[in-house]
């Protein structure tokens, strides 16, 4: 029961910053930030796709 707890905590630490975030700065500067991010992360994610599948032994890695 203490794990919800910890991830509304945590949802509402990165709502409030994000709130800030956007009353300090300009929005078109905070979604550039954040698209950029999604991207990068996207990108690593895919690449960590593509890599996993070993194709010696046609199986994928657990790496």
């Keep these: 029961m203490n794990k919800p707890i910890k991830l509304y905590g ?3 630490i990165g709502l409030s ?3 800030g975030l956007f009353g300090i ?3 078109e500067f905070v979604v550039a930030v954040l ?3 999604a ?3 996207g990108g690593v994610l895919m690449i960590r796709l ?3 599948y070993d194709l ?3 199986r994928i890695n657990k790496t």
């Design 25 to 27: 700065l300009p929005a």
């Design 10 to 12: 945590k949802f509402l």
């Design 17 to 19: 910053l994000l709130a």
């Design 50 to 52: 593509a890599t996993s």
């Design 39 to 41: 991207v990068t992360y």
């Design 56 to 58: 010696k032994t046609k």
């Design 35 to 37: 698209l950029f991010g």
